[in-house]
């Protein structure tokens, strides 16, 4: 059946319906699809389409890349620099792969091909015009009148989630729930541009500032053939102003080369906080993956690996559990508790620390560089926020109190 054909208000069954096709749901349709469950896929948008992203993919999500990925046009990093105001900033090597730097456009297209080879049907183009569920199964239709009907249904759109607010007015007891938890559309405001610049010396690193954003960091990433994506994240006080604040970090970070007008927008959105994320496991046979699960790393804002992850996970706990959509959707809802949020609650922890005192971090990392080395090693996936948390504790134990906390004047270290 073509994906553009027009389908009767008869509905299509079939055996899982993803929505949204970015790293989360394309992989999940994926691997759906090469396990041999029927399985569509939708987006609102038409591939290739623009994405605001730093387009950061962590070493550690290579596994979950399908074949090929490495011939797209990509950045290697290989190394942190951290910077804070006027200081020498801090770098280390890795001598290995830490990240891959993807265009959005360009990784977004090739996870979607890559789901077509697979057997899956996907529909492009097309936003929700209702979404039910009747207490066995999932009802789609479509912006063009397409009706598909699944056991199985995969959120995967984003943090400001439809999947949220039409499942909310279902009419079963399980979907008024979703109206009185509150979604993860409560987040940080995060904005970014690319520029055409060469920040920071070395092309193999990604520049960390922690002394430009209040309560956050500014980043700059490398991206073949366009310069850098340079963005603002503010974690342990959200930003009021993302567009001004990352229009103030741009100016700090260039100075006097400062490019003129180059045609490229600043454009922000939301990542998702995962505290707010507290509809997993509500109604039987739901998953959400990535943005829309909330699946994003509270420290370093890092979303395409969990993204991927938790669509891995998904797809494990529907194959394992084919006839039970109701216990595979309550066994991702617990492991993503366990495992994910865990996790992400030390990440939090260090954030508010570390963004709150970020001349006490900087000072710290200046004495002992393998705590940077340890930031790398998370993205290589040898290191998680406990491990990370524990080598921090023991050095700032081992620093001389009073050499460690020197006045402050005008937030810089005297």
């Known amino acids: ?10 509905p299509i069954k ?11 749901g394309a992989t999940a349709v994926r691997l759906l699809s090469e396990a041999g469950v029927q399985v569509a896929g939708f987006d609102r948008s038409s591939f290739p389409r623009s ?6 993919v962590s070493a550690r999500s290579a596994p979950f890349l399908p074949k090929g990925w490495d011939l797209l046009p990509h950045e290697v990093t290989t190394g942190v620099s951290l910077s804070y105001l006027d200081y020498d900033p801090v770098e280390v090597e890795m001598d290995r792969p830490i990240a891959y730097q993807f265009h959005r456009e360009e990784f977004d297209l090739f996870l979607v091909e890559k789901a077509k080879a697979a057997g899956a049907q996907v ?49 079963k007891e399980q979907s008024k729930r979703i109206r009185k938890k509150r979604s993860v559309q409560h987040g940080y405001p995060s904005s970014e541009k690319i520029l055409k610049c060469e920040r ?3 092309r193999s690193d990604v520049l960390i500032d922690l002394g430009s954003v209040p309560g956050g960091y500014g980043w700059s990433f490398p991206k073949s053939g366009t310069g850098n994506n340079v963005g603002v994240v503010g974690f342990a006080k959200p930003l009021e102003n993302p567009l ?7 100016e700090k970070l260039l100075g006097n080369s400062l490019p003129s007008e180059d045609g490229q927008k600043s454009s922000t959105w939301l990542i998702p906080d995962y505290q707010e994320s507290t509809v997993h496991g509500i109604i039987p046979g739901l998953f959400f993956i990535g943005d829309a699960g909330g699946m994003v790393d509270p420290f370093l804002g890092e979303g395409i690996y969990y993204a991927m992850l938790s669509a891995k996970k998904s797809v494990s706990e529907i194959l394992m559990h084919r006839w039970n ?9 617990e492991w993503a508790v366990r495992d994910i949020f865990r996790d992400f609650s030390q990440a939090r922890r260090l954030a508010t620390i570390i963004y709150r005192f970020p001349g006490i971090y900087f000072r710290l990392v200046q004495k002992y560089p393998h705590i940077l080395s340890m930031y790398a090693m ?16 023991k050095n700032l134990f081992n620093l001389p109190f009073r050499k460690f906390f020197p006045r402050f004047q005008s937030n810089r270290l005297v």
């Not at 059946?1 to 008869?10: N, V, Y």
């Not at 079939?14 to 989360?24: F, Q």
């Open 1 to 10: 059946m073509s994906a553009d054909a027009t389908i009767s208000q008869s």
């Open 14 to 24: 079939v055996e899982a319906i993803v929505i949204g096709l970015g790293p989360a």
């Open 51 to 56: 994405k605001t992203c730093g387009g950061g």
């Open 123 to 171: 529909f492009t183009d097309r936003t929700m015009a209702n979404l039910l569920w009747n207490g066995a199964s999932f009802r789609l239709t479509t912006s063009r009148s397409e009706v598909f009907e699944s056991p199985v249904l995969i959120g995967a759109d984003g943090a400001t989630s439809q999947v949220y607010r039409f499942l909310g007015n279902s009419g």
């Open 200 to 202: 920071p010396s070395r």
């Open 244 to 250: 001004g604040t990352l229009k103030v970090f741009i």
């Open 325 to 333: 959509p109701g216990k595979a959707s309550q066994s991702y809802a």
């Open 378 to 393: 998370i993205l290589c996936g040898s290191h998680d926020y406990r491990s990370f948390s524990r080598t921090i504790g």
